[in-house]
């Protein structure tokens, strides 16, 4: 399952992104009045009962965020808190209802008794929501990963028929080697680009805490992705600063804490420039259930969302598909790459999601005027009409990673 969703009331991640490239003066736009109004769980009083074991200045930079920028210095204190487990062991603790008090108060806590069950459901291995046996388990994935399951797994899903040995200890940095659900593990940070990882990881390399820092985004090579795995050297938390690529694509297993910006970049449609650009934004609420649920893999875990009550509740369900917000001339190029003898329109309109047939249409006239697909003429009708077939510049754009203007 998920962790608990921290859904901080501070600010959200914000837009230093690939933002070099000029924004136009009316690009505040409807988001404006949005901000401005008053969100009740970023006040003092608000948030001094939601999170009471904070400090009076972690709770006053909560209150004073800038909605327009992400603020490093407030994720470098929240690492440094979920680095250490004090704070964040506190909370937990007490939004369980066991103990509300500060850290440095918490006692040992008897864990619940489990049930016996039969031995052989003892020797079973639970993982993404699917029960395997021990053998099954590593007959299929080998035997190292089930050491490294082993070692990542609470007790309790280690060994499900067993009692408790020695209770909770909610409390201190994460040793004792007690059963408390985010001792110990590693922290994902959301970004929305590599130049916010960078910026990110300048911040914590300056703020002396001992931290191991992985980068993970699409354009590192795959020996680079896969340091995100590596366990630690003793005495250092893992730190995995991402961009969306973690969302789905990557589980890392260790992780129980996560840290959201709110934020992502995507493709869209500049119809000044008539150019698509990467333009950074919220992301969806989709999305942010997903970053939620890498702290929740193996282990219940901890997640806090820099975004506000009332920007999270205007969010959209789900992200709006590329074909449906950029200009069709690549993906007509690549449909007719892949499909030579059917038209573009017919190709498109098979997709769970077809763009508008005049969008298809201006995106056939486009790339005519541009000579990627060969121009006929329809003697009958006496007009110009397209044959639909690629140029050797049609091929040539068609396998370029660029807007066909450009290219």
């Keep these: 399952g998920g962790g608990k969703g921290g859904g901080k009331g501070g600010g959200k991640g914000g837009g230093r992104g690939d ?80 103990h509300p008090g500060r850290a440095d108060a918490l006692v040992p806590l008897p864990a619940p008794a489990r049930a016996e069950v039969p031995e052989e459901e003892e020797r079973r291995v639970d993982t993404d929501g699917v029960s395997y046996t021990r053998a099954d388990f590593e007959e299929f994935y080998g035997a190292e990963y089930l050491r490294e399951w082993e070692r990542a797994a609470p007790r309790g899903q280690k060994r499900r028929g067993a009692k408790a040995g020695g209770g909770a200890l909610a409390g201190g940095g994460g040793g004792g080697g007690g059963d408390s659900d985010v001792v110990g593990g590693a922290l994902l940070i959301f970004l929305p680009g590599m130049r916010e990882i960078e910026t990110l990881a300048d911040a914590l390399r300056a703020s002396g805490l001992p931290l ?21 050297p003793e005495g250092l938390t893992k730190v995995v600063l991402a961009t969306n690529i973690a969302e789905t694509s990557i589980t890392v297993d260790d992780v129980t804490a996560v840290i959201d910006t ?33 702290a929740g893999r193996v282990r219940a875990g901890v997640a806090i969302h820099l975004v506000s009550s009332h920007r999270y509740a205007a969010l959209p369900p789900q992200q709006t598909p590329e074909l449906l917000r950029v200009p ?6 690549r449909a007719k790459r892949l499909f030579p003898e059917a038209l573009i329109a017919d190709t498109l309109a098979a997709l769970p999601q077809p ?23 329809d003697r009958a009708a006496g007009q110009a009409a397209t044959s639909e077939a690629l140029t050797p510049l049609g091929c040539h754009l068609a396998a370029l990673p660029l807007d066909v203007r450009i290219g």
Aim: proline share 6%; glycine share 6%.
């Design 19 to 98: 933002a070099d490239s000029d924004t136009d003066a009316d690009a505040g736009d409807a988001g404006v009045a949005e901000e401005e109004l008053e969100d009740e769980h970023l006040s003092p009083p608000a948030l001094r009962a939601r999170y009471p074991t904070l400090s009076r200045e972690a709770l006053a930079a909560l209150g004073a965020l800038e909605p327009s920028a992400i603020d490093y210095d407030l994720i470098v204190d929240l690492v440094a808190m979920l680095a250490t487990r004090a704070d964040a062991l506190s909370e937990c603790a007490a939004a369980r209802g066991r």
């Design 328 to 333: 069709l001339e690549r993906a007509a190029l």
């Design 262 to 294: 709110g934020r992502f970049k995507e493709n869209r449609y500049d119809p000044r420039r008539k150019l698509t650009r990467l333009e950074e934004d919220y992301a969806p609420r989709g999305s942010l259930t997903q970053r939620r649920g890498r």
């Design 355 to 377: 763009p508008a047939l005049g969008a298809v249409r201006s995106a056939t006239a486009t790339l005519v005027s541009l000579g990627a697909l060969d121009p006929a003429v």
């Design 212 to 232: 191991l820092l992985v980068p993970l985004h699409s354009s590192l090579s795959a020996d680079a992705q896969l340091k995100c795995f590596a366990r630690p």
